[in-house]
């Protein structure tokens, strides 16, 4: 094959998703950092969100290429000299980075692989970010000899429990694998796992990757539309569209302490009127941006009440308060916590470790 054909069968191949970071070309400027935001259309053409302006643009896929293809091209200081190239390239760097984790994850994910067949063993099994499985054994110290059956099966019970509190214990930090050795397993062989417990960990697994997606969007868009509506020119057109995508997140009640900023861009738009004074617009300009800007304060009400009811805060004012408040336990309760582990934290974890700075945990897992 020659170099032509390869090149097209690596153009036909080429392909984005809502959410890529990318270089976006368009005819009289030098590629731009831009996030897809749309998929392909008719014509197509994908919708992106170009980084610096907030503006939207549909491009040809021949006229995409893939962030981290371009990046070191376009970091030297001969781009940078250009103030909104390098605005958008610190955006867009920010973005990335917060990125980073969740890629990385997904793919130690992958890899993973604990086909089992043996119920003969007993385990429970978790996944520690960045990239460990681990086993609790519920056979751990297991007595010799029962009474009768159901004095083993209550001991199997009893046992299973204590393994699920430890499990939540690992999960939040509260205890070091390495210092449980025989209790829990890292990286157990195919031949000391249950089929059925595999399954459940690689749902798991899957759980988490879609909470880690779901809340990098929400970092991305709350980006975006802060860069919609900046004090230089603002693009209402995609602030709604950005709006329309924020109000689908199945966001969760930790996705908003971790990330208060975004919270905060959206309380703040309930409040906005532009920066007409600078702007100086015509009577008849000005009535159609005020009438955009109404429907901005709205839709924004919306998204922040429904943030309110995520956080299971009182209804009726401001929640404001409370939540930087909530913010404020949260940082203290997780500041000694792995990175991986708190970015991974769900709720059921993050309740057993406020439990247990409360003093309310229940009997310890034996060691």
């Known amino acids: 094959m020659n170099t032509l054909s390869k090149m097209a069968k ?52 021949k006229n995409l290429t893939p962030y981290l293809k ?29 990125a980073t984790t969740v890629q990385q994850e997904t793919a130690n994910n992958q890899k993973q692989s604990h086909p089992a067949n043996n119920k003969e063993n007993d385990m ?5 970010p960045p990239s460990k499985v681990f086993g609790i054994n519920i056979n751990y110290n297991k007595p010799k000899r029962f009474e009768n059956a159901a004095a083993e099966q209550s001991w199997m019970d ?49 759980k988490q990757e879609t909470a880690m997606f779901i809340e990098r969007n929400l970092i991305q868009l709350a980006g975006v539309v802060r860069c919609c509506l900046n004090l230089r020119r603002a693009n209402l057109r995609h602030c709604f569209t950005i709006l329309k995508l924020l109000k689908k997140l199945d966001l969760t009640k930790l996705m908003l302490l971790r990330n208060p900023q975004s919270v905060e861009t959206i309380r703040s738009m309930r409040r906005y009127v532009g920066n007409l004074k600078v702007w100086k617009m015509d009577a ?28 299971n805060l009182a209804a009726g004012e401001d929640f404001w308060p409370d939540f930087c408040n909530e913010v404020k336990i949260y940082k203290a309760n997780t500041k000694n916590i792995n990175p ?28």
Request: glycine letters at 4%; proline letters at 4%; one cysteine or more.
């Open 10 to 61: 690596q153009e036909t191949c080429k392909s984005f998703k809502i959410g890529d970071l990318v270089f976006a070309k368009v005819r009289g400027y030098k590629p731009w950092p831009a996030v897809i935001t749309h998929d392909v259309n008719r014509k197509k053409q994908y919708t992106v969100s170009f980084y610096g302006s907030g503006q939207i643009g549909y491009i040809l896929l």
């Open 70 to 98: 371009l990046k070191e091209e376009y970091s030297t200081e001969h781009h940078l000299k250009q103030a909104d190239f390098r605005r958008a390239m610190i955006q867009i760097n920010e973005v990335a980075e917060k």
């Open 124 to 128: 429970l099994l978790l996944y520690m």
């Open 158 to 206: 009893e046992s299973r429990k204590e393994a699920n509190l430890l499990k939540l214990q690992l999960l939040s930090g509260q205890k070091d694998p390495r210092s449980l050795p025989g209790r829990v397993v890292a990286e157990p062989s195919s031949n000391e796992t249950t089929k059925q417990e595999e399954v459940k960990l690689r749902e798991e697994i899957k």
């Open 284 to 311: 008849s300009d000005e009535a159609a941006f005020n009438a955009q800007a109404e429907i901005i304060r709205q839709e924004a009400t919306i998204i922040y009440e429904r943030f309110q009811t995520v956080l």
């Open 340 to 367: 991986n582990l708190r970015n991974a934290m769900d709720e059921a974890t993050y309740n057993n470790l406020v439990e247990a700075k409360q003093g309310n945990t229940p009997a310890p897992a034996k060691e």
